[in-house]
């Protein structure tokens, strides 16, 4: 394939601010990734790759991250993220399998009390300004809740892209499953964070991960060893995570809706002052 590939992994709505702002600093400096051949988002960073392909200025991207009147209405989720480790690390270490651990995710996905789909869905048709698939070649990664599969989304799926952005934004135990097509379809992040090997056979790829490589969750594909993977591959890898500053604005609740504004501006602050070895 060649070529350039973004790949923007989950955080909340935070690490949504946060990219979003990264992505509005760098290209303020000369250095936007977001002309990729390939964009490649899971949960958070499937909510980024569908915006920043919108046709929309990174500027208006950034100010409906950043600007409390322009921000879109969220759920408040409250969550225990010990448990929450927990529940996740004990799906994992009973399964056998890749897939097991996925469907044993699964399972607790659909046994979990959250708020409507419609509800959610709403919610995720407003963070998005164009709800069409872009030309800009973007896959959407989602996994089905009940046979562990992952699923990759693009524009020939026949799936809306507000569907396949809900199903791979649907935190298990957080918020619904996703149904399309009669299949309940939960947060690609239960295959990977970033699932930045899906970008293999590019020659540069980007993976901006909100969540880091020191992540609580454990991953099947764990990005360092997916990173590696690519390297042998032959591509040049660059990887982008929060700093200090950074970390401190996205705090201890990346879901917590009140975080935007200082993780946005955390975000370009951050882009303002990275310099790449490639744009």
């Known amino acids: 394939m060649g070529g350039q590939a973004l790949v923007l992994g989950g955080g909340g709505?935070?690490?949504?601010?946060?990219?979003?702002?990264?992505?509005?600093?760098?290209?303020?400096?000369?250095q936007d990734l977001?002309?990729?051949?390939?964009?490649?988002?899971?949960?958070?960073?499937?909510?980024v790759a569908a915006q920043v392909s919108s046709?929309?200025?990174?500027?208006?991207?950034?100010?409906r991250q950043a600007d409390p009147a322009r921000q879109a209405p969220e759920i408040p989720a409250v969550i225990d993220f010990?448990?929450?480790?927990?529940?996740?690390?004990?799906?994992?270490?009973?399964?056998a399998s890749p897939a097991e651990v996925r469907?044993?995710?699964?399972?607790?996905?659909?046994?979990?009390?959250?708020?409507?789909?419609?509800?959610?869905?709403?919610?995720?048709?407003?963070?998005?300004?164009?709800?069409d698939w872009p030309e800009q070649r973007l896959v959407i990664v989602a996994v089905d809740a009940e046979t562990g599969e992952p699923r990759r989304f693009d524009r020939t799926s026949g799936v809306s892209l507000v569907d396949a952005v809900a199903a791979s934004c649907a935190v298990p135990g957080i918020w619904p499953a996703v149904t399309i097509d009669g299949r309940r379809y939960v947060d690609g992040g239960v295959r990977?964070?970033?699932?930045?090997?899906?970008?293999?056979?590019?020659?540069?790829?980007?993976?901006?991960?909100?969540?880091?490589?020191?992540?609580?969750?454990?991953?099947?594909?764990?990005?360092?060893?997916?990173?590696?993977?690519?390297?042998?591959?032959?591509?040049?890898v660059t990887l982008i995570t929060p700093?200090?500053?950074s970390v401190a604005a996205i705090g201890e609740n990346p879901l917590d809706p009140s975080t935007r504004t200082p993780a946005a501006k955390a975000g370009r602050a951050q882009g303002d002052a990275l310099t790449l070895s490639w744009t």
């Open 82 to 95: 010990e448990k929450f480790a927990a529940d996740f690390g004990g799906a994992v270490t009973g399964s």
């Open 103 to 131: 469907r044993a995710v699964g399972r607790l996905a659909l046994a979990a009390e959250t708020v409507s789909e419609a509800d959610r869905r709403a919610v995720i048709e407003a963070r998005l300004p164009v709800h």
């Open 55 to 63: 046709g929309l200025p990174l500027a208006e991207l950034f100010a």
């Open 34 to 47: 977001t002309g990729a051949d390939l964009l490649v988002g899971t949960s958070a960073g499937a909510a």
């Open 243 to 245: 700093d200090e500053a």
């Open 13 to 30: 709505v935070a690490g949504i601010a946060w990219t979003t702002g990264l992505l509005v600093g760098l290209a303020e400096h000369g």
């Open 192 to 236: 990977s964070g970033e699932n930045a090997d899906y970008a293999t056979g590019h020659t540069r790829v980007a993976v901006v991960s909100p969540m880091g490589v020191d992540t609580p969750l454990p991953m099947e594909k764990p990005l360092l060893a997916v990173l590696d993977g690519l390297r042998a591959a032959g591509a040049e």
